[in-house]
């Protein structure tokens, strides 16, 4: 008997197109349960990409000589919004979007294999959000999703983490409501007793102008915070009532980065 054990495989899309066959994969030896070897198969004659993962491991007591093969998709993105339906599409691929009701989940495959890894969100009322998120980079952020019904911000949080042992999937992409009063990310704050504009991104001559949401602070007022793109600086640019000019900048990811602007007044 050969001690070298291979298998290939391909995938039928739900639309019917069959994808090409993958080069050989061992699965002659066991893996821990937690690891799961992630696989990307293009379609056959089409552009489509499938994201597939694996785990080998031993079934137990008596039945070890049994290796069991599992296949997982690779991405399982989830909506824990409440009452929130979003929207989820491949960046450059909007016309192929995905509808996740609130507290559910999908799984999901690129639309265009030549294009990023990265996917944008749009809100159930709104149009799809400035920023994307990059599957393939574990981390959290907090970006703002336009609303078309409300002129309230509305911010989530995206983490991309790897899977659990017990989730079917080798990623996992959680998307949260960022409130107040539950920890969020970033919270702005306006103790001073003028008028606060703030955003994220500037023109060349630091006007303001379009480039960006501004978020407005009353005095006294708190508001949660989210980037309009979270792949540029994170730099916040920040003015008072009686000036057009974004004057002053902080890297709001740097504890201890400070800005000051001195008024007429104090």
């Known amino acids: 008997f050969r001690t070298m054990k291979k298998i290939t495989l391909s995938v039928e899309g739900d639309t019917g197109g069959k994808s090409q066959w993958t080069s050989l994969i061992d699965v002659s030896n066991a893996m821990p349960e937690t690891v799961k070897t992630a696989i990307s198969i293009d379609q056959y004659h089409g552009t489509r990409r499938y994201e597939i993962a694996y785990n080998i491991t031993l079934c137990p007591s008596i039945f070890a000589r049994t290796r069991l093969i599992t296949f997982f998709p690779r ?13 989820i599409a491949q960046d450059g691929a909007l016309g192929s979007e995905m509808c996740i009701p609130p507290q559910s ?13 990265k996917i944008r969100i749009c809100s159930e009322f709104g149009s799809w959000s400035r920023g994307c998120i990059e599957l393939d980079k574990i981390g959290v952020t907090a970006m703002r999703i336009p609303s078309s019904i409300s002129a309230k911000p509305m911010v989530v ?19 949260s409501a960022s409130i107040q009063n539950m920890n969020p990310l970033y919270l702005l704050k306006n103790v001073s007793q003028h008028t606060i504009f703030c955003r ?23 508001v949660v915070f989210g980037f309009d793109d979270p792949e540029v600086p994170h730099v916040l640019q920040w003015t008072w009532s009686n000036t057009s000019r974004f004057v002053s900048t902080v890297e709001v990811d740097a504890m201890g980065s400070k800005s000051t602007i001195v008024l007429w007044d104090g």
């Open 75 to 87: 991405y399982q993105i989830v909506n824990l919004l409440q009452g929130e339906s979003l929207y």
């Open 105 to 117: 989940s999908v799984l999901f495959h690129w639309e265009n294999s030549s294009l990023d890894p």
């Open 157 to 175: 949080q995206a983490e991309v983490r790897l899977a659990t042992k017990k989730e079917d999937s080798a990623i996992v992409v959680t998307i």
């Open 200 to 222: 994220q991104e500037l023109n060349e001559e630091g006007y303001i102008c379009d480039d960006g949401f501004i978020w407005t602070l009353n005095s006294g007022e708190s």
